[in-house]
């Protein structure tokens, strides 16, 4: 009895030493916790702050760019790539479902009624390649088949879900979905170079980035501000601060009138030699610019496709369009009398006095000419004379009356269109200019020695159908939250004329004579019984030659319609192209077809 109880206390004592030691350990153990707590705060706190929550930035949807008409162009879509993971414990049946035994598999139960119905429904493989495809695909235990190739959209992926094995979850179908985002213009390629493109998308390590056109301009207005959200491990994500969506762009252009242009301007110059070719239709009274086309030859194949905006960043020697607005300056400055006959040569030709330059006149009517005849048939020769009789080209002095003239019509006052290429106008300064001599002055005055874009050009023109006025050539009407007008765009027009009332009757007239002088230089291919269009020739020899050693040439019409009441001034612009295909045939043609169809259709 005494041994029982002894063996008693010694368990009892063993039990209590035993509980003793595991006191001490824990003892030990909180105490060494409680130390790293105290001394090793920060650590703690960053360790959680990294394995617990974090904020990261998040972003509304990205705003849409609609046309004048109020359709929509250009938005964001989502877009789906589907794959999968036919590695899954459910199609091995390494978990089962109870209508199924261990002689065939899930895969096996359902991979026929996957193959017919994607095969029939997707149409990218019959349903004998399919499933060959998918057994061996199974075999190797793939973890990302792509049951469908490439991208597909939010009706696609639905239809999808609605299969067989796929209308479960992704734990027995493996069915696993990556979401993208689009931008993608509902009208294809057309006015893409104004539309501008966004690349990459937000699911992208590289991020999302707006090149050329409206989306670059207004990618911060597109875009919308960012907002937080803080994810926590095992919960919700916590939104601290909520994105705000990105503005709607409406453009001036309509896309009807866009798609005319570009149909019609794209007929003309694959029937040319050129190389690029640009085109824009603008509202007299508003500046509202409703078409721009920007096309070029790939050098490699040939065909023509969309090309950089020569509109507003092509800048060059504009040629003969320059002589109504030379005239209008002189004129102006009462440095010509319109009464007065100009002497051109007897066949077109002259020597500028004082220098060993000839100029040639390639439209030849007659020798003596009066103003108005000098531009109607785009004499160099006669505006040569007309700028020496004004202003005795003889000094530097001369030329800076000239110049100060020109000036006081605006001719280098900045637009501020809408997009991030605008190139201004270059006119030399007399004092600084390096490369004066005694033929700058009347180069200047029928198309050289001067640099503009066919966005100035336009834009000088329009002022002429507008009584003198200027209106800011816009490309964006407002920006938009839903149905509430944020910023509006509308054009005011300046408050003073461009010249004295008279000169811009004058320049008109001669405007007028250009297409319905039989004589003028666009008589023949701009001239129709539908519409009265004013307007002006322009051609300009381009540097160089060509292989062949013959001298190409950019040619431009620029007018507006009708003529009594103007409604629309609209150009064309040709480059690298031979004198043969001159500027009344092909870019002329495209102007009055535009005019005619534009007042038949609005």
Not at 210 to 217: I, K, M, N, V
Not at 561 to 570: C, E, I, M, R, S
Request: proline share 3%; hydrophobic share 35%.
């Amino acid at each position: 009895m005494k041994k029982q109880n002894d063996n008693i206390d010694w368990a009892r004592k063993w039990l209590y030493a035993m509980l003793g030691v595991v006191v001490v350990v824990y003892v030990g153990l909180a105490a060494k916790y409680i130390y790293v707590l105290v001394h090793d705060t920060e650590g703690w706190i960053g360790y959680s702050e990294e394995n617990q929550f974090y904020n990261d930035t998040v972003y509304g949807d990205r705003g849409s760019i609609y046309d004048c008409q109020g359709r929509l162009v250009q938005a964001t879509f989502p877009y789906y790539t589907v794959q999968m993971d036919l590695r899954v414990p459910f199609l091995a049946n390494k978990e089962k479902r109870l209508h199924y035994t261990d002689t065939i598999t899930n895969y096996e139960a359902y991979a026929d009624s996957v193959c017919v119905a994607v095969s029939d429904y997707f149409k990218q493989y019959t349903h004998a390649e399919l499933r060959k495809k998918m057994d061996e695909a199974f075999r190797k235990g793939n973890g990302n088949f792509k049951i469908v190739e490439g991208r597909i959209n939010y009706k696609q992926l639905r239809a999808l879900k609605a299969m067989p094995l796929f209308n479960q979850s992704k734990l027995h179908s493996g069915l696993l979905v990556t979401n993208y985002e689009n931008r993608e213009n509902l009208y294809g390629n057309l006015a893409y170079r104004v539309v501008g493109a966004v690349f990459g998308d937000r699911t992208n390590k590289s991020g999302r980035y707006a090149r050329f056109g409206l989306e670059e301009y207004f990618d911060k207005e597109l875009t919308g501000e960012p907002g937080i959200v803080e994810h926590r491990a095992g919960s919700y994500d916590r939104p601290i601060k909520r994105p705000i969506d990105g503005l709607d762009v409406v453009m001036t252009i309509d896309m009807d009138i866009q798609d005319k242009c570009e149909a019609l301007l794209r007929n003309t110059f694959s029937n040319s030699s050129g190389d690029k070719a640009c085109m824009m239709v603008m509202e007299v009274k508003t500046g509202e610019i409703k078409a721009m086309v920007n096309l070029k030859k790939d050098s490699a194949t040939g065909n023509i496709i969309q090309g950089e905006n020569y509109c507003i960043s092509y800048r060059a020697q504009p040629g003969s369009t320059i002589k109504p607005l030379a005239l209008l300056a002189m004129y102006d400055d009462d440095a010509c009398d319109t009464t007065n006959l100009f002497d051109v040569g007897e066949h077109g030709s002259i020597v500028i006095p004082g220098t060993d330059k000839r100029i040639y006149d390639s439209h030849f009517v007659k020798r003596y000419l009066t103003a108005k005849e000098a531009v109607a048939f785009s004499s160099n020769c006669g505006m040569v004379q007309i700028a020496l009789a004004g202003y005795n080209n003889r000094k530097r002095s001369s030329w800076q009356d000239f110049h100060d003239a020109m000036q006081d019509i605006g001719f280098t006052h900045k637009i501020g269109i809408e997009l991030n290429t605008e190139a201004e106008p270059i006119l030399y300064n007399p004092e600084t200019y390096k490369g004066w001599s005694l033929t700058t002055m009347p180069s200047m005055a029928y198309g050289y020695e001067i640099m503009m874009t066919p966005l100035y050009t336009m834009n000088f023109y329009n002022a002429l159908a507008n009584d003198g006025y200027y209106v800011r050539p816009h490309i964006v009407r407002e920006l938009r939250r839903g149905g509430e007008v944020v910023r509006d765009f509308s054009a005011t027009p300046n408050r003073s004329r461009m010249a004295g009332k008279k000169s811009i009757k004058f320049i008109k007239e001669c405007l007028l004579d250009v297409v319905e002088n039989p004589n003028g230089t666009a008589y023949s291919w701009v001239r129709n019984s539908d519409v009265r269009i004013a307007g002006k020739t322009g051609t300009a020899r381009m540097v160089g030659l060509d292989a062949n050693g013959v001298q190409r040439y950019m040619v431009t019409f620029v007018g507006y319609f009708p003529a009594d009441n103007p409604k629309y001034t609209a150009i064309v612009v040709m480059t690298n192209n031979y004198l043969s295909e001159g500027a009344p045939s092909r870019c002329g043609s495209v102007v009055r077809d535009i005019a005619k169809h534009l007042m038949i259709n609005y």
